[in-house]
T-cell receptor, first 114, second 113 residues
Framework: DVKVTQSSRYLVKRTGEKVFLECVQD?????MFWYRQDPGLGLRLIYF???????EKGDIPEGYSVSREKKERFSLILESASTNQTSMYLC?????????????FGSGTRLTVV | DQQVKQNSPSLSVQEGRISILNCDYT??????FLWYKKYPAEGPTFLIS?????DKNEDGRFTVFLNKSAKHLSLHIVPSQPGDSAVYFC????????????FGEGTQLTVNP
């Protein structure tokens, strides 16, 4: 089974801090994604990457950046954390078995900015 | 612009009965659809998918129906079990494998014993 591991389950950070959320997948997948989940809004795409050193903006990239230096690792960076970035952050990598494809998600990081 | 909509934030059913979760989409480029299930404090897990060349796909207790002309899909769970209580998200994409998925808002399903 593909494993997508997010380094922290819960984080509390102060307003203005730089925050790093780490995600690692173990199946050599090329495509990786960062979403945030908020009640009533579903999952919204922040950034994604189709290969090492490549990144694409999603629907809500403002206030975020990403880094993909190695294929297995995709990091989300909050340049200066704000309270409206309090959310559940979900990392995913894309799988395919020839018949179906989809995402495998990590367990999520619940970030609280105070 | 919400391209994938789940109009029911919540649904409550009795154990053993059918659960029907609905999803509508607006983007005619979408031709691949998925359902995910999410428990609190966990990441979503893949349930079932369907491509636009089919109108039905079954996997055990889960069946997804697609009505392309109405831009509507539904997930049927029969029989419903208390362990099915979770938030269900539908998602859509153009068919190309690995494309970005667009998710709906989610429906909280509660199955009562």
């Amino acid at each position: 089974d593909v494993k997508v591991t997010q380094s922290s389950r819960y984080l509390v950070k102060r307003t203005g801090e730089k925050v790093f959320l780490e995600c690692v997948q173990d199946m050599d997948h090329e495509n990786m994604f960062w979403y945030r989940q908020d009640p009533g809004l579903g999952l919204r795409l922040i950034y994604f990457s189709y290969d090492v050193k490549m990144k694409e903006k999603g629907d809500i990239p403002e206030g975020y950046s990403v880094s993909r230096e190695k294929k297995e690792r995709f990091s989300l960076i909050l340049e200066s954390a704000s309270t409206n970035q309090t959310s559940m952050y979900l990392c995913a990598s894309s799988f395919s078995d020839g018949l179906t494809w989809g995402y495998t998600f990590g367990s999520g990081t619940r970030l609280t900015v105070v | 612009d919400q391209q994938v909509k789940q109009n029911s934030p919540s649904l409550s059913v009795q154990e053993g009965r059918i659960s029907i979760l609905n999803c509508d989409y607006t983007n005619s480029m979408f031709d691949y659809f998925l359902w995910y299930k999410k428990y609190p404090a966990e990441g979503p897990t893949f349930l079932i998918s369907i491509s636009s060349i089919k109108d039905k796909n079954e996997d055990g207790r889960f069946t997804v129906f697609l009505n392309k002309s109405a831009k509507h899909l539904s997930l049927h769970i029969v029989p419903s079990q208390p362990g099915d209580s979770a938030v269900y998200f539908c998602a859509a994409s153009p068919m190309a494998s690995g494309s970005r998925l667009t998710f709906g808002e989610g429906t909280q399903l509660t199955v009562n014993p």
